[in-house]
């Protein structure tokens, strides 16, 4: 079992930055597939960005790519996620998730994550 805490999220000006972290428990960081969502208010979560184990296998959304990069660090057991050219429809509480796979899965339906954050709330002004 994995415990994850994100942080990093406040509100900043259309076309500004962020970087959000989400620190994991334990020792078997790296045993996990990870992945960051965001949920609007009215709207379903939807898939951000996903990194495989190795760090090496990641995906972005459409509507992030160019703008945004996943990346972890499992010796500080921590997954990141680089928000540049932030827009307000950005705007959303943003959640990181973790589940158990191969060294290179990666996983991009909210439904194939076991594990998920308390999110962090992210607010972009136009």
């Known amino acids: 079992q994995v415990q994850l805490i994100e942080s990093g999220g406040g509100l900043v000006q259309g076309g500004g930055s962020l970087r959000l972290s989400c620190a994991a428990s334990?020792?078997?960081?790296?045993?996990?597939?990870m992945g960051w969502f965001r949920q609007a208010p009215g709207k379903e979560r939807e898939f951000v960005a996903a990194?495989?184990?190795?760090?090496?296998?990641?995906s972005h959304a459409d509507s992030v790519k160019g703008r945004f990069t996943i990346s972890r660090d499992n010796a500080k057991n921590t997954l990141y996620l680089q928000m540049n050219s932030l827009k307000p429809e950005d705007t959303a509480v943003y959640y990181c998730?973790?589940?158990?796979?191969?060294?290179?899965?990666?996983?991009?339906?909210?439904?194939?994550?076991?594990?998920w954050g308390q999110g962090t709330q992210v607010t972009v002004s136009s």
């Open positions: 998730a973790a589940v158990a796979g191969d060294y290179y899965y990666t996983q991009t339906r909210a439904l194939g994550y076991d594990y």
């Open positions: 334990g020792r078997t960081f790296d045993r996990y597939a």
């Open positions: 990194i495989s184990r190795s760090g090496n296998i990641f």
